[in-house]
T-cell receptor, first 114, second 114 residues
Framework: DVKVTQSSRYLVKRTGEKVFLECVQD?????MFWYRQDPGLGLRLIYF???????EKGDIPEGYSVSREKKERFSLILESASTNQTSMYLC?????????????FGEGSRLTVL | SQKIEQNSEALNIQEGKTATLTCNYT??????LQWYRQDPGRGPVFLLL?????KEKRKERLKVTFDTTLKQSLFHITASQPADSATYLC?????????????FGKGTKLSVKP
């Protein structure tokens, strides 16, 4: 089974703090994604990566950056956390099968910024 | 831009009945469409994928249809059970489709009453 592990289930940070959200997968998948999920807005793509050291902006990259130094690890960074970044953050990895992709999600990291 | 809509935010049905969830999309012709299940506080879990050249796909009590003319997918759960209560998300291939990006609907929260 594919395992996607997010380092923290719950975090509470203060405005202006730097926040690291870590995601590790054990299936050697090339594509990894960071989404945030908010009530009424659904899942929105922040950044994705299709290879080590490669990254692409998603729909809402402002205020975020990412790092992919190793294939199995994809980190989301909030350089200076703000209250509007309070959200559920979901990491996912992609398995390709016959020209289609199936996403495997981690359990999520619920971030509260005070 | 691509738009995906799940018509109902919530659907309440009686145990044993068939639940039918709707997903509509515009401004796009996806090669495939997916359905995910999400339980509270957890990451989404992949259920089914249907390709543009498939009219219907089944998996146990689940059935998905894909009408590319209507730009609509229907997701059915037959003989529904309280354990089927969850939020169901549809997703389709987004921009940069070769990278596996998915755009998600906001979800329909299904409640199955005993």
């Amino acid at each position: 089974d594919v395992k996607v592990t997010q380092s923290s289930r719950y975090l509470v940070k203060r405005t202006g703090e730097k926040v690291f959200l870590e995601c590790v997968q054990d299936m050697d998948h090339e594509n990894m994604f960071w989404y945030r999920q908010d009530p009424g807005l659904g899942l929105r793509l922040i950044y994705f990566s299709y290879d080590v050291k490669m990254k692409e902006k998603g729909d809402i990259p402002e205020g975020y950056s990412v790092s992919r130094e190793k294939k199995e690890r994809f980190s989301l960074i909030l350089e200076s956390a703000s209250t509007n970044q309070t959200s559920m953050y979901l990491c996912a990895t992609l398995r390709w099968l016959a020209n289609t992709g199936e996403l495997f999600f981690g359990e999520g990291s619920r971030l509260t910024v005070l | 831009s691509q738009k995906i809509e799940q018509n109902s935010e919530a659907l309440n049905i009686q145990e044993g009945k068939t639940a039918t969830l709707t997903c509509n999309y515009t401004n796009y012709s996806p090669a495939y469409l997916q359905w995910y299940r999400q339980d509270p506080g957890r990451g989404p879990v992949f259920l089914l994928l249907i390709r543009e050249n498939e009219k219907e796909k089944r998996k146990e009590r689940l059935k998905v249809t894909f009408d590319t003319t209507l730009k609509q997918s229907l997701f059915h759960i037959t003989a529904s059970q309280p354990a089927d209560s969850a939020t169901y998300l549809c997703a389709l291939e987004g921009y940069g489709g070769s990278q596996g990006n998915l755009i998600f609907g906001k979800g329909t929260k299904l409640s199955v009453k005993p």
